[in-house]
């Protein structure tokens, strides 16, 4: 059984950081692309990042300059370093995991077949 749980969430100020961390089981981790993806109320869920198994990344041109997604196959785990946070960065943010070869086009929802439950990210003004 495949499990992806994040961690790491919780209300920051703005202008501050949070490292989120993504812990996977039950498949070949490093296999796998690892995504991040956020959602805010009332939005659609929206693209962050993606690590490709080779460990190449995307990132939503947003994210670029702030945002560092990593990955430590050793531990099964993916991390989104999130700095100078904004109130617009609120969301809940989720980690997911697909197989295939990497490219932008892992910015759609559909390429990812694992979903983990988010964690809440609160920035506060």
């Known amino acids: 059984q495949v499990q992806l749980v994040e961690s790491g969430g919780g209300l920051v100020q703005a202008g501050g950081s949070l490292r989120l961390s993504c812990a996977a089981s039950?498949?070949?981790?490093?296999?796998?692309?690892m995504g991040w993806f956020r959602q805010a109320p009332g939005k659609e869920r929206e693209f962050v990042a993606v690590?490709?198994?080779?460990?190449?990344?995307y990132y939503e041109d947003s994210a670029k300059v702030r945002f560092t997604i990593s990955r430590d196959n050793a531990k099964n785990t993916v991390y989104l370093r999130m700095n100078s946070l904004k109130p617009e960065d609120t969301a809940v943010y989720y980690c997911?995991?697909?197989?295939?070869?990497?490219?932008?086009?892992?910015?759609?929802?559909?390429?990812?077949?694992?979903w983990g439950q988010g964690t809440q990210v609160t920035v506060s003004s």
């Open positions: 039950g498949l070949t981790f490093s296999a796998y692309n």
């Open positions: 690590i490709g198994h080779t460990g190449s990344t």
């Open positions: 997911a995991a697909g197989l295939g070869p990497i490219s932008s086009t892992w910015r759609a929802t559909s390429r990812y077949k694992y």
